[in-house]
């Protein structure tokens, strides 16, 4: 009998009134208190803490060291480093291509040439880089204009 509508002249749910006449079990959304409340799994696959601490820590990496040049096959040798002592296995290159994009968005630029690596620079970086050889005097000879396009390609990439 339907906990909710426990009279007889009362008029019942649809579903507890099939159930009831087929005697079937009430649905759980009409169910008492008496029963245990049933916990949700979690959809997806477990967060791995090892692997996102090590990430962590490779993003910081990343940012302390921003005036450097740093390449992705950099950043997975740096979390596999975080990553020694644990049963963790550390990204591939193009998983940390895809965590880094994930977290920065277009904050960063990740070049993407084939057969060269893939070298990570913040934008802000890059922005200055590129301000600083663009104010850079006219009125330079074309071999200092040469070597400052040389340096500033060395500094970018």
Request: proline fraction near 3%; include cysteine.
């Amino acid at each position: 009998m339907c906990m909710i509508c426990p009279a007889a002249e009362a008029v019942y749910h649809q579903t507890c009134s099939v159930n009831f006449r087929t005697k079937r079990k009430l649905p759980k959304v009409f169910e008492g208190d008496e029963q245990p409340a049933v916990k949700k799994k979690k959809v997806g696959r477990p967060q791995d803490e090892e692997k996102r601490e090590a990430i962590f820590k490779v993003t910081k990496f990343l940012e302390e060291n921003d005036d450097e040049q740093i390449t992705v096959s950099d950043l997975v040798e740096k979390m596999e480093e975080c990553l020694s002592d644990t049963n963790s296995e550390t990204y591939g290159r193009q998983h940390m291509k895809t965590k880094l994009l994930e977290y920065y968005g277009d904050k960063i630029v990740i070049t993407d040439i084939n057969g060269k690596p893939n070298v990570v620079t913040f934008r802000t970086t890059a922005a200055a880089i590129l301000q600083e050889f663009y104010v850079q005097k006219d009125d330079v000879d074309i071999e200092e204009q040469k070597m400052n396009i040389v340096k500033t390609a060395a500094t970018i990439g």
